[in-house]
């Protein structure tokens, strides 16, 4: 089993940043690829980022790329996200996840991760 914690939402104005921390216990967390998922009421669950497992490699939403910076420190077992230029529509619960072993090309897909956080809520005010 591996344990996801969240931290670091909270609410914000457009076009400010956020920093959220993802902390992982349980199994070797450099074996976990991670990534970033986020829901908004009323929609379903949508891929914000994702890292490997050494962190070499990383892959974004479109409607994130160039704003939010997905990073991973193996040594403290915990994933990032850092989010700039925030805005309105990027309010949502943000939830990490963890996968074990190699990324595969359906990374996108909430049904690919095993293990998720409890979630932090990020508001981003107009």
């Known amino acids: 089993q591996v344990q996801l914690v969240e931290s670091g939402g909270g609410l914000v104005q457009a076009g400010g940043s956020l920093g959220l921390s993802c902390a992982a216990s349980g199994r070797t967390f450099s074996n976990y690829a991670m990534g970033w998922f986020r829901q908004a009421p009323g929609k379903e669950r949508e891929f914000v980022a994702t890292i490997t497992t050494s962190g070499a490699f990383t892959y974004y939403a479109e409607s994130v790329k160039g704003r939010f910076t997905i990073s991973r420190d193996n040594a403290k077992s915990t994933v990032y996200l850092q989010m700039n230029s925030l805005k309105p529509e990027d309010t949502a619960v943000y939830y990490c996840?963890?996968?074990?072993?190699?990324?595969?090309?359906?990374?996108?897909?909430?049904?690919?991760?095993?293990?998720w956080g409890q979630g932090t809520q990020v508001t981003v005010s107009s």
């Open positions: 996840a963890a996968v074990a072993g190699l990324l595969s090309s359906d990374y996108d897909l909430p049904s690919l991760y095993d293990y």
